[in-house]
């Protein structure tokens, strides 16, 4: 069930749900207020457009009232902040040794699951490693695992250069791969959705940007994600990732012990307008 439902006291029979349902489902006779048609609620793609579309705040719908929901007017950043906020992202390889508090990762968190998937999908999950100590044990594993591939002269072809890596944890004890950051994020999807993923990044670039804006510094981790997915899947067990879930991206998350002071510059994009 969809629990669709609509407050006559609040509705003016716009006909705006009507005119936005992506499925067509929602239905006004002349007269009455809007529905759902008969037989058509398994349509339903929960995306919530009528309840985000009624301009009086009289739909309810998947048991979430509008009243829970924040306005949009009023509430937006201008554009020139955003502008700078994505010019500026950097890839943070320097941070802080210290945790994020657990109220602050399960905000951003909950922000990057606002991120948009296919048909609605929704089925992205973040793994996380909220603790330092989570994070720097995880790491002793996959560098412990990686220098015993480089002994039995294991490695992959084109991993080759994972030795550089390897060679300056075994003599330095310095951090290439997971850069000392005291949390991991990695996000997957079941591989049977229509575009698993896609739903990954998409939902990473929104956790990055996010945090960016709240001031946290971010990477995304391809020589983690690798090792993760393509050269230790025993990590991935560990990691408690199930075996149906295609491998998004890994992102490693914490306070930046570096503040960049401005944004840098690029040539102009390469640009195709279709004749």
Same mark, same amino acid.
């Given at each position: 069930?969809?629990?669709?439902?609509?407050?006559?006291?609040?509705?003016?029979?716009c006909?705006?749900?009507v005119?936005?349902?992506?499925?067509?489902? #929602? =239905?006004?006779?002349?007269g +009455?207020?809007?529905? /759902?048609?008969?037989?058509k609620?398994?349509?339903?793609?929960?995306? +919530?457009h009528?309840?985000?579309?009624?301009?009086?705040?009289?739909?309810?719908?998947?048991?979430?009232?509008p009243d829970?929901?924040t306005?949009?007017?009023?509430n937006?950043?201008?554009?020139?902040?955003l502008e700078?906020l994505?010019?500026?992202?950097r890839s943070v390889?320097?941070y802080?040794p +210290?945790?994020?508090?657990?109220?602050?990762?399960?905000?951003? /968190?909950?922000v990057?699951s606002?991120a948009? &998937?296919g048909?609605?999908a929704?089925?992205?999950?973040?793994t996380?490693?909220?603790?330092?100590?989570?994070t720097a @044990?995880?790491?002793d594993e996959?560098m412990?695992?990686?220098?015993?591939?480089?002994e039995?002269e294991?490695?992959?072809?084109s991993?080759a250069?994972?030795?550089?890596f =390897?060679?300056? !944890?075994?003599? @330095?004890?310095i951090d290439?791969v997971?850069?000392d950051a005291?949390h991991?994020l990695?996000?997957?999807?079941?591989?049977s959705?229509?575009?698993?993923?896609?739903?990954?990044v /998409?939902?990473?670039?929104?956790?990055?940007?996010?945090?960016?804006?709240?001031?946290?510094? &971010?990477? !995304?981790?391809g #020589?983690? &994600? !690798?090792? #993760?997915?393509?050269m230790l899947?025993?990590m991935?067990?560990?990691?408690g990732?199930?075996?149906?879930?295609?491998?998004?991206?890994?992102?490693l998350f914490?306070?930046?012990?570096?503040?960049?002071?401005? &944004?840098?510059? @690029? @040539?102009?994009?390469?640009i195709?307008?279709?004749?």
């Amino acid at each position: 069930m969809i629990d669709f439902n609509v407050d006559s006291a609040r509705c003016t029979r716009c006909g705006q749900c009507v005119a936005d349902c992506p499925s067509r489902i #929602i =239905v006004m006779a002349t007269g +009455e207020y809007p529905s /759902i048609a008969p037989g058509k609620e398994f349509s339903c793609l929960r995306c +919530e457009h009528c309840l985000a579309v009624c301009p009086e705040a009289a739909i309810s719908i998947l048991g979430f009232s509008p009243d829970g929901s924040t306005p949009l007017k009023g509430n937006l950043p201008e554009t020139d902040q955003l502008e700078t906020l994505i010019a500026g992202r950097r890839s943070v390889r320097r941070y802080c040794p +210290e945790n994020l508090s657990p109220e602050l990762i399960d905000k951003l /968190i909950t922000v990057a699951s606002c991120a948009p &998937t296919g048909v609605n999908a929704r089925k992205v999950r973040f793994t996380v490693l909220d603790d330092r100590e989570k994070t720097a @044990h995880f790491r002793d594993e996959v560098m412990e695992r990686l220098v015993r591939l480089l002994e039995e002269e294991a490695l992959p072809e084109s991993k080759a250069y994972y030795a550089r890596f =390897v060679k300056v !944890w075994q003599k @330095h004890k310095i951090d290439l791969v997971f850069r000392d950051a005291p949390h991991l994020l990695i996000a997957t999807a079941p591989k049977s959705l229509s575009t698993p993923r896609q739903d990954c990044v /998409i939902a990473l670039t929104t956790f990055e940007l996010y945090a960016q804006a709240c001031g946290i510094g &971010t990477l !995304w981790n391809g #020589i983690a &994600t !690798w090792a #993760i997915e393509e050269m230790l899947p025993e990590m991935r067990q560990r990691l408690g990732i199930p075996d149906d879930h295609a491998f998004g991206y890994a992102m490693l998350f914490g306070k930046p012990a570096v503040r960049y002071a401005r &944004t840098v510059q @690029h @040539h102009p994009p390469e640009i195709y307008r279709v004749p």
